[in-house]
């Protein structure tokens, strides 16, 4: 399966992305050998960094992790491909602009039967690449271009929660979604791999650690992100915990939305 991360934080964070590490899901250790990328967002854009590639064995990679990096936001996606080739059209996160801000895309897991969707049909000739992951994301921008307007943080978030819940029916639905404003998170299961091989999908899709009873200004070695003047408002977000510290699973079904290290709202499905 794909390893996911996210970040987000109420203040500018310096993230170092050690990709020897976190590189270990790209390939040193497990089978996830079909390319990396890393968002870092910076006001309406963001620096996005993505090969189709291992990352354990990247020059790229190895950049990213010696140029650091201030964000409040970031995602970063190691891939192990079930739908789409290892081409770097394939390789997440995935980025369009809407309403003048560069929206992010990555997810974990398998949606079944997602192109035959008619709903799908007029977007298939707008993927660049042929994954289900693009794809599912072009259909949560569909929706949201559907809204009002006026729309505002409710009504997208519930646009958001309907979509991930149906994109659920179809498979392992593990997404992070960032708008250039907010992140959002859906959680709902993931393979685990065994000595024997990929378990049978289940929870928990994603676990969340929050950094409450950090010192101001601290700094943090996860197996991944090297995270200097951490915020006590900051939540991370990953596939499985990244240190020996409590990580809280999220229950299947459960969608958040969060911006600047606070969570404005929560479903669960």
């Known amino acids: 399966m794909c390893e996911l991360f996210a970040m987000t934080s109420a203040e500018v964070a310096i993230v170092s992305y050690e990709l020897q590490s976190f590189a270990a899901e790209g390939g040193e250790r497990h089978r996830n050998r079909d390319g990396w990328g890393i968002m870092f967002a910076e006001e309406r854009d963001a620096h996005v960094f993505r ?3 291992p990352a354990s064995n990247s020059e790229l ?3 990213v992790f010696e140029r650091e990096i201030a964000c409040r936001h970031l995602i970063a996606h190691v891939r ?10 394939n390789t997440h996160p995935f980025t369009r602009t809407r309403k003048g801000r560069a929206h992010h895309f990555a997810h974990n897991g398998t949606l079944h039967g997602i192109e035959q969707l008619a709903e799908s049909k007029p977007l298939l000739s707008e993927r660049v ?3 289900d992951s ?3 994301f072009l ?3 569909s929706r949201l271009d559907a809204l009002d307007e006026m729309a505002g943080d409710e009504e997208e978030f519930a646009t958001f929660a309907r979509f991930a ?5 179809l498979g392992s639905s593990n997404f992070l979604f960032f708008d250039g404003r907010s992140l959002f998170v859906h959680a709902d299961r993931r393979a685990f791999e065994t000595p024997d091989g990929l378990t049978e999908p289940r929870e928990p899709g994603l676990v969340m650690r929050h950094f409450g009873d950090c010192e101001p200004g601290q700094d943090y070695n996860l197996c991944g992100p090297r995270m200097s003047d951490v915020s006590p408002r900051t939540l991370v977000f990953a596939s499985v915990p990244l240190d020996d510290t409590e990580w809280q699973p999220l229950a299947r079904g459960t969608s958040l939305h969060l911006r600047n290290g606070v969570e ?3 479903q669960v499905a």
């Not at 192990?80 to 059209?89: D, H, I, T, Y």
């Not at 819940?165 to 029916?169: G, N, R």
């Open 51 to 53: 090969e189709a590639a």
């Open 61 to 63: 990679a190895r950049m």
């Open 80 to 89: 192990r491909a079930s739908k789409g080739q290892p081409l770097l059209a």
């Open 129 to 131: 690449g042929d994954t």
């Open 134 to 136: 693009e794809l599912a």
């Open 139 to 141: 259909l949560l921008l």
């Open 165 to 169: 819940a149906e994109m659920q029916e």
């Open 264 to 266: 404005i709202a929560r």
